[in-house]
Each structure stands twice: as C-alpha cells, then as structure tokens.
C-alpha cells in the first residue's frame, strides 16, 4: 500500500533529472514518487500538499535556491527529511546545507543504487553522506579559521551543551562519532527507545534539527 511506502518529493530544475529520478525511485517497492518542483518555492508549496517523508533537493536553482527552501520546509509541522542531490561539494555548499537541517548529501553522479540507501537511511532519520562531503566536512571541522570566529563558535556550542543532562550529553558525543541509534545503545548500555527519545529531548532543547546538527555543535564545543 503507498501508505507503507517512503513518500518521496523530487526537487530539480532540469526536467530530465526529474524524469531520471522518477524512474529509480518509482522502481523500488517500498518507494514512490508523491510530487516534483522546479524551484525553492514551488518545492515549498508541493511539500505542503503532499507531506512526503523524503525531499530529495537540489541547490541551485532559477528563483529560490534549495537551502533557502529546506530551510522553510523544516520550519513546517512534521517535517520531511531533506536529502541534498547536487552537483556541487564545496565547503560551503555542505556546511550550507547541513546547519539548514538537511540530513544528507550526495553528488548527481552517485551511482542510483547509493541514491536509493540514502533515501532510506534519511527516512529513518539517520544521516547519509557522501564520501566527498564527508572529507568536506572533515576538513572544515579541521581547518584555519578566525580565532575570534572559533572562540564565539566554541563558547556558544558549549553554553548549549550545557543545557542537556549527562546522559545526553553522551548521546550526542557517541552521535558525533558516527554511531547509529543501535550502536550508541549498546555503548551507554540502554535500550534503542532510550536513545530515540534522548535525541528527540535534545533536538528541543538545542534548536537543531537532527542528528547532523547535534554532532556539528559538539564538534564546535570540542575546537
């Protein structure tokens, strides 16, 4: 039954990249295709019409771009996942996207079974990011910087931190490593529930989004 499904929104301006990923994701059993946009604001619009569990989203795009966009969808009640589908990894582009709430990231020439798992990996709400975004982020997270902008960043981050309760604050330390909710529950020796429900307090209590975010404020804590 579709209402079993991943409900997928694709968001591109090239109509052909529509009808390509319309194809792939269509093709799945547990995958179907609920609406497409050609711009932000279109692709605002179509998510409110359809409530999808997925956007897959481009960047840049006549009009709107697709951070400004993600932004606003994850600003709605209940919100989608947003999955980045672009052709550009610079620094700023994956940071851009990740502090705007998306919860993946992929380059367009990511062979079309990887698209697929990371539909399914953000649907569930955990991240999925490419290996070149990764190394953009790593290299952000790792490279020169003001010190001004480092120490406010820092201090910032930490004043946040603060505000989660120790187990929390393990949470989030084992979500910055990378763990999934499995792994950070055999590490703290709680149940999976626990974990989901520490994560869902600390995403109030920080003002973040998802899990991305939570590991991006312990890395600037941690600089």
Same mark, same amino acid.
């Not at 940071?95 to 990996?121: E, M, N, Q, S, Y």
């Not at 982020?137 to 004043?159: F, K, N, Q, V, Y």
């Not at 946040?160 to 309760?165: D, K, N, S």
């Given at each position: 039954m579709d209402d079993e499904r991943v409900r997928v929104v694709l968001v591109d301006d090239e109509h052909l990249v529509r009808m390509a990923l319309r194809l792939i994701v269509d093709g799945e059993p547990d995958l179907v295709v609920v609406g497409e946009a050609a711009d932000g604001d279109a692709a605002v619009a179509v998510v409110g019409e359809q409530r999808p569990d997925v956007v897959l989203m481009d960047v840049r795009m006549p009009?709107? %771009?697709?951070?400004? @966009?993600?932004?606003?969808i994850l600003g709605l009640p209940e919100p989608p996942r947003v999955l980045v589908l672009t052709t550009f990894d610079s620094?700023?582009?994956?940071?851009?996207?990740?502090?705007?709430?998306a919860l993946g990231f992929?380059?367009? %020439?990511?062979?079309?079974?990887?698209i697929l798992?990371?539909?399914?990996?953000?649907?569930?709400?955990?991240?999925?990011?490419?290996?070149? @975004?990764? @190394?953009r982020l790593i290299t952000a997270a790792t490279g020169p910087h003001s010190s001004d902008a480092r120490r406010a960043s820092r201090e910032t981050a930490r004043g946040l931190l603060a505000t989660l309760t120790d187990r929390e604050r393990e949470? @989030?330390?084992?979500?910055?490593?990378?763990?999934?909710?499995? %792994?950070?529950?055999?590490?703290? %020796?709680?149940?999976v529930a626990t974990v989901k429900a520490h994560t869902s307090s600390m995403l109030a209590k920080l003002g973040v989004e998802n899990r991305v975010q939570i590991a991006l404020l312990v890395r600037d804590a941690e600089e």
């Amino acid at each position: 039954m579709d209402d079993e499904r991943v409900r997928v929104v694709l968001v591109d301006d090239e109509h052909l990249v529509r009808m390509a990923l319309r194809l792939i994701v269509d093709g799945e059993p547990d995958l179907v295709v609920v609406g497409e946009a050609a711009d932000g604001d279109a692709a605002v619009a179509v998510v409110g019409e359809q409530r999808p569990d997925v956007v897959l989203m481009d960047v840049r795009m006549p009009g709107r %771009d697709g951070l400004s @966009a993600t932004e606003e969808i994850l600003g709605l009640p209940e919100p989608p996942r947003v999955l980045v589908l672009t052709t550009f990894d610079s620094d700023e582009m994956v940071l851009g996207a990740l502090r705007v709430g998306a919860l993946g990231f992929l380059l367009k %020439d990511t062979p079309p079974p990887r698209i697929l798992a990371a539909i399914r990996t953000v649907a569930t709400g955990e991240p999925a990011l490419s290996p070149a @975004a990764t @190394a953009r982020l790593i290299t952000a997270a790792t490279g020169p910087h003001s010190s001004d902008a480092r120490r406010a960043s820092r201090e910032t981050a930490r004043g946040l931190l603060a505000t989660l309760t120790d187990r929390e604050r393990e949470t @989030a330390g084992a979500i910055a490593e990378g763990l999934s909710n499995t %792994d950070v529950a055999r590490r703290l %020796d709680i149940t999976v529930a626990t974990v989901k429900a520490h994560t869902s307090s600390m995403l109030a209590k920080l003002g973040v989004e998802n899990r991305v975010q939570i590991a991006l404020l312990v890395r600037d804590a941690e600089e």
